[in-house]
């Protein structure tokens, strides 16, 4: 339980910096050439590899590859749905909503029985 634990942790922490290299440059580097927020997202993206890729090792310990991928996703949702309304200022979205109950029907699915499975 302490690896899975730990994985969520880092896998939210990478996911943080990866949502601010993705989709971060759309409102702070707006009017810079796509050059320069590409440069800039790149440097974001390195250091969050070195967070991420140390987490899905962790994690394979003890979860299998779909559990692994699934779980990203769930996370990838729960620091992207904040992001976009409070940091973006859009709104919540009624396709937010939608695809959070179906990536948690997809968690669910995938960790029905038993909490790993590896």
Partial sequence: MQKFLITV???ACSNIFMTFAW???LKNFNSKPWIVAALF??????FEYLIQVPANRIGHQVMNLGQLKI??????LAVFVPFSIFYMKEGIKQEYIWASIFILAAVFCIFRGSL???
Wanted: glycine share 14%; no cysteine.
């Fill in 71 to 76: 779980l990203q996703e769930a996370i990838t």
């Fill in 116 to 118: 790993v499975t590896k």
């Fill in 23 to 25: 989709y971060g440059h």
């Fill in 9 to 11: 942790g880092m896998l």
């Fill in 41 to 46: 997202s790149w440097g974001i993206a390195l």
